[in-house]
């Protein structure tokens, strides 16, 4: 059995319904029928969420109009997949889901109390809708199929808006996937939704489908991952940011892992960690190019040979907006000890991840993600030394093989860098990636100038 896991635009029309059961259809002839793990429609995660916060500033009209625009698009989409009557049943159902959504959003306007727990039942609703869609239409193609409610196979903790997988009672629950499958029937899902062991919704953050897609596949003893979306698979840098990026045929576990942690959105950070303990490869496919060959991520992948047939040492260039960088100087930090220690403390005391490091004998200088608990963290930091706070920089990552073992790389980069002001520097700490800081409006220049002087022949 394999996983397909289809993202927003792979389910944003009804045309995009009619290829996707075609993919399917063609899986199943190939093998044991999939698991199936969608994403809501393209756009209406963005307006589920935009309803809660209208809802919570009293606009609770325009909170109902977001989710009218959801009806509709969901409406347009069935109409053309479904006869009349298959057609009213369904809408029966999704209006049963709206109804539940809008009392919790009558709710948050009520109480002006919008809680991350809140904003989780709200999101959720998105995928509840597009798995039934999907399903219903399988299931009148003539395909025996299962649908299965996600919070009842992903069992989460109860860290609202980005949950993490409780994998004993999962891999309990996931045990009946490929039961299903062997038994003959496509099982389809939501990806993104979970629930805690009380039964209360939770997601596992933005963008957190294709996460799902790899917990379920892990649990469930899939062969393959298979991640399809709307570009040929993982690329030498985001398409919309270098125009003649390629698509990469081969990439480590550790280079998709480094690349979709610092900004590759094509997959969430974490879809790629349970897949290495297992060690299942992981596909990035174009649902809207089926033929193409996409971008196979397992533990051992093949060289990949430049136009003038040498091995390429740069795997691809990803960047992240919205960071935040603090630097902390302080004359105590001269041949003392323990003062790195004191400012790990800080962060871990606050619960925030820090991105990128680097220090010199008096200064330590950091980024962060979250800013979440950033005011806590200042006046934490302020014992420490002088601190100053930079917001609106970017990380920009070069990802590549055994950088420690080639010379010449940095010096390449930074040369390949004519104007652009680097703030930072991190490199060394992986074999697989050099990262630095840049101002937010230098970052796609520089992501092009890199992507020039690696890809261009
Ligand atoms: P889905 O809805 O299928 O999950 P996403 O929008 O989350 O799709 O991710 C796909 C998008 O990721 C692409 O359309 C592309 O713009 C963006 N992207 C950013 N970096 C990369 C990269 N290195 N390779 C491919 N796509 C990338
Ligand atoms: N629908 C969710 C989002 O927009 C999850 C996903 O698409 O992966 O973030
Ligand atoms: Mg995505």
Sequence with gaps: MIVMKFGGTSVGSKERFEQ????????????????????AMSGVTNALIESANLAVRRDLEG??????????????????????????LLLADLNGHLAELESVLRGINYLGELSKRSIDAVSSVGELLSSRVLAEYATARG??????????????????????????????????????????????????IGSTADGVTTTLGRGGSDYSASILGVAAGAKCIEIWT?????MTADPRIVKNALPISEASFQEASELAYFG???????????AVEKDIPVKVLNTMRPESEGTLIQSKPSAVFGKDGKARS?????????????????????????????????FDKNKTPIDLIATSEVSV????????????????????GELQVLHNTAIVTVVGRQFRERSGIAGEV??????????????????????????AEDSDRAVQQLHAHFFDD
């Design 20 to 39: 996707v059961y075609g993919l399917i259809e063609r899986a199943r002839q190939r093998s044991a029928p999939p698991l199936v793990v969608v994403s």
């Design 230 to 234: 709307d570009v040929d698979g993982m």
């Design 143 to 192: 395909m025996q199929v299962t649908w299965l409610d996600a919070r009842k196979l992903v069992i989460t903790d109860d860290n609202f808006g980005k949950a993490n997988p409780d994998w004993k009672e999962i891999e309990k629950r996931a045990a009946q996937i490929a039961e299903l499958s062997k038994k003959g029937s496509t099982v389809i899902t939501q990806g993104f």
């Design 264 to 274: 590759a959105k094509v997959l969430h950070p974490l879809t790629i960690k349970p």
């Design 63 to 88: 909170a109902l109009n977001q989710i009218e625009m959801v009806r509709n698009k969901h409406i347009d989409a069935v109409k053309g997949l479904l006869s009349k009557e298959k057609a009213d």
């Design 314 to 346: 740069v795997c691809a260039i990803a960047s992240k907006k919205n960071i935040t960088a603090l630097f902390i100087s302080s004359p105590r930090m001269l041949m003392a000890h323990g003062f790195l220690a004191k400012v790990f403390n800080v």
């Design 414 to 439: 930074f040369s390949a860098l004519k104007d652009v002001n680097i703030l930072v520097i991190s490199g060394g700490a992986s074999e697989i990636n050099l990262s630095f800081l840049v101002m």
């Design 365 to 384: 200088s950091l980024t962060v993600d979250s800013t979440e608990n950033l005011e806590a963290i200042r006046e934490d930091l302020k014992e420490l």
